[in-house]
């Protein structure tokens, strides 16, 4: 090509280089086109290798969702079966507690009934009739003998005692809430405590007052008692206010004293506190262990009007 194109021959030289470069260009065409027939097979290749492997880690995903899915099933199925087990576990020892409490309460009230009889039978009869005899034995004593005075002396100590015992009697069981009920009760009880321990009780009644059966007097009456010995005892309040509510369903008594309250809260309650909260759930209600605005503790009691006929008496 270069000789032709000295020697002046520059179309020879031109169709030279022509058949040369179509030469090599089809040389060139056929490799380009079995470079892309080859490329072609290797991503057919390569798209169905990664078709495999994405099979298999599909597979693999499905079996393993499959596995934690039937674990979590297994698992729920398991802790469902343990938790009702465990909750009737619970709401049988919950009743039998509830029965144990009822009964405790109602040997108690047994008991405390036989105790207070016979300090007012027995021992009121007693100290009647000695009394009685020591009047008579004074009045054959003469007028200003010594032996006159000491009689009157033992028989004023007789009346104290047996005023003592009956106070007792009447604070362990009152008669007076079985034959007149829970208003007249009250009535009595609360200027009782009054001079007992020398605090101030305000009492204030509402509603339409209506019978309230024996069992559920005695409850009302000793969450009372209770509520008033914490006040005078603990709470260090020299006044304390008593609310009698009769509702159009229920019975609402409230406790109230500005003393110094319970402060944090009580990891152990004491027996009197459990006490009430059984005598409350005995006759179907609800005590509350409140803190008023003014300081101290609000015990609020509520009983509804129906009460269950397996209360203790």
């Not at 108690?108 to 000695?130: C, K, N, P, V, Y």
């Not at 106070?167 to 009880?189: F, K, M, R």
């Amino acid at each position: 090509m270069f000789a032709l194109a000295q020697d002046g021959k520059e179309k020879e030289a031109r169709a030279q280089i022509r058949l040369s470069l179509q030469a090599r260009q089809a040389a060139l065409s056929t490799v380009v086109a079995r470079l892309l027939v080859e490329n072609n097979e290797s991503e057919e290749q390569a798209a169905q290798r990664v078709g495999q492997i994405y099979d298999r880690v599909q597979r693999q995903a499905y079996w393993f969702l499959a596995a934690t899915l039937t674990a979590i099933v297994l698992t729920s199925l398991y802790l469902i079966r343990s938790n009702r087990q465990l909750f009737a576990h619970l709401a049988a020892l919950s009743e039998q507690r509830s029965e144990l409490a009822q009964k405790l309460i109602a040997t108690q009230e047994s008991t405390l009934r036989h105790i207070s009889r016979e300090l007012h039978d027995e021992f009121g009869q007693i100290l009647t009739a000695i009394g009685s005899l020591l009047g008579r034995a004074g009045s054959h004593a003469p007028e200003e003998s010594p032996l006159r005075s000491e009689l009157r002396e033992v028989s004023e100590m007789a009346q104290s005692t047996l005023d003592n015992i009956r106070s007792l009697s009447q604070a362990l069981h009152p008669v007076i809430l079985e034959e007149a009920g829970l208003e007249s009760t009250l009535d009595w009880y609360l200027p009782t405590v009054e001079r007992q321990t020398g605090i101030v009780i305000s009492y204030e009644k509402s509603g339409t007052a209506f019978p309230v059966d024996g069992g559920t007097s005695i409850h009302v009456y000793r969450v009372l008692q209770e509520a008033l010995n914490n006040a005078t005892r603990h709470s260090g309040a020299r006044e304390a206010c008593v609310r009698l509510r009769f509702l159009a369903d229920a019975i609402e008594l409230e406790v109230e004293d500005h003393g110094k309250g319970f402060g944090a809260p009580v990891r152990r309650p004491g027996i009197g506190l459990v006490a009430m909260r059984e005598r409350a759930e005995l006759l179907g209600g609800t005590i509350e262990l409140l803190k008023p605005p003014q300081g101290g503790t609000l015990v609020r009691l509520r009983v509804p009007m129906e009460k269950p006929d397996s209360h203790a008496g």
